[in-house]
C-alpha cells in the first residue's frame, strides 16, 4: 500500500482500499499484510494473516492477528491494481 492510498472499515470481515486514482478494492479476511514496525512478537517485514477487522475510536482500524488487536497502522497491504 502506497502512503496515497487510504484504508476505511467496511464490516468486520473486508476493509475498502482506496489508491490516488480513486480505484476502490474490498479486500476480505483473512488477507495478508506486511509489518512495516515491530508490534508486539511480529518482527518488521514478517507477513501475517488478517483474520478480522475491528473500529476503534482513538487507533481508528484494528486488525486482529494472531489472537490479538493490533493498529492497522503497523501494517502495509500488498495489493496489484
Known amino acids: 500500500m502506497s502512503v496515497r492510498e487510504v484504508v476505511r472499515y467496511q ?3 473486508s476493509i475498502l482500499v482506496i489508491n ?10 483473512p488477507f495478508r ?11 518488521k517485514g514478517s507477513l ?9 475510536r482513538k487507533y481508528i ?9 493490533i493498529p492497522y497502522s503497523f ?3 500488498q495489493i496489484s491494481w
Open 20 to 29: 490516488h486514482q480513486g480505484q476502490i478494492r474490498q479486500l476480505f479476511v
Open 33 to 43: 499484510v506486511v509489518c512495516i514496525e515491530t508490534v508486539q512478537n511480529i518482527p
Open 11 to 13: 464490516d468486520p470481515k
Open 75 to 77: 501494517f502495509s497491504i
Open 48 to 56: 501475517v494473516y488478517v483474520e478480522s477487522v475491528f473500529l476503534h
Open 61 to 69: 482500524l484494528l486488525y486482529w492477528i494472531n489472537q490479538r488487536l
